[in-house]
């Protein structure tokens, strides 16, 4: 009996160890599955069908939200396209569509989420329906010597970003897929088209031609003639729009004048404190922010309403 006494107090405090050590393992273990999977759980994928459509023209495709969570447009990085970042801007609902124009064949919708995390909510085959490039981005490179000299595409299709400190000029025919930027100087176009941005410190002067995201002057002036823009168009100071042009979005004037003739607006119309608003045979499907004594409106619809029965809406409400 002291034998066996002694032999259960010797075994016993063993196993109580080692099942203690067990438990504390265990826990330590769950403790660190449950830390580690709150520290890096990313953020979860948005719930939304979105499919890839052909537009009616041949030219374009739309990116339909076909239901489920709303998207900010600008978490989506819209991939073989002329403008990876054409839904920028835009919160995606059911029914919601951004055009998009294809360089590739395939094109992939990526999510990006705010801890670097990436989903591919859907891909899409179809064909590219842009004009095959005649130059791609190392012509753009030299051309600009890195980016510091002036630019002219003439005739020819450039597959890339334009950007430089200097000028761009676009004629006859000359075609940008991509952004088009510069630094510090001027846009030039004349039968010019670009699927993207125009974005300059200085003056946008483009006769006849489409651009297929926004146009802005940073500091000077945006005159457009016989130009269909699907974005906005925004300058620092003059902005005209004359001669059949078409604005998708906003037209704006940051500190001056604001003149659309013969043209259509989408979006809305404002001018600086104190500037004018001119309109002369023109549409604007949204409202004008100018002060009423600056308002100078002829033969023009505001909102489905003629000129007469129209009142501006107060800048500041903008």
């Known amino acids: 009996m002291v034998c066996s006494d002694g032999v259960d107090r010797g075994i016993s405090p063993v196993v109580g160890a080692v099942i ?3 438990i504390v393992a265990l826990l330590a273990g769950t403790g660190g ?31 339909v939200h076909g239901g489920g969570d709303t998207i900010d447009g600008g978490e989506l990085a819209i991939r ?8 920028a801007g835009t919160r995606l609902t059911a029914g919601t ?3 998009i124009y294809p360089v590739d064949e395939e094109i992939r919708v990526v999510w990006r989420g705010e801890d670097d995390t990436t989903y591919v ?16 981005c190392e012509w753009v490179d030299a051309e600009t010597d ?24 676009v004629s ?14 001027d846009f030039d176009g004349d039968d010019a088209t670009v699927y993207g941005d125009v974005d300059v410190e200085k003056v946008v002067n483009i006769q006849t031609g489409t651009v297929r995201g ?10 457009l003639e016989n130009v269909t823009v699907d974005g906005s168009v925004t300058a620092r100071k003059v902005v005209e729009v004359l001669a059949g042009s078409a604005v998708g979005g906003d037209v704006e004037s940051e500190n001056n004048t604001v003149k659309v003739f013969d043209s259509t607006v989408s979006g809305s119309v404002l001018a600086a404190d104190g500037e004018q608003v001119k309109l002369d045979n023109a549409t604007v499907e949204g409202h004008v922010y100018v002060e009423e004594a600056a308002f100078d409106c002829t033969d023009s619809t505001i909102g489905g309403r003629d000129c007469d029965d129209y009142t501006p809406r107060d800048p500041d409400e903008a």
């Open 20 to 22: 203690l050590v067990g």
């Open 33 to 63: 599955v449950l830390f580690l999977g709150l520290a890096d759980d990313p953020d979860p994928a948005p719930g939304a069908t979105l499919d890839v459509e052909t537009a009616g023209d041949g030219l374009h495709h739309r990116l």
């Open 80 to 87: 073989g396209t002329a403008d990876p970042d054409a839904a």
């Open 97 to 99: 569509a951004v055009e």
């Open 121 to 136: 909510l859907t891909t899409a085959t179809v064909e590219r329906t842009l004009p095959e490039p005649d130059e791609t």
């Open 146 to 169: 890195g980016g510091t000299d002036p630019i002219t595409i003439d005739g020819l299709v450039v597959d890339c970003d334009v950007e430089t400190d200097e000028g761009i000029t």
């Open 172 to 185: 006859d025919g000359g075609v940008v897929v991509g952004e088009s930027a510069s630094g510090a100087k």
């Open 214 to 223: 926004s146009v802005l002057s940073r500091t000077a002036d945006a005159k």
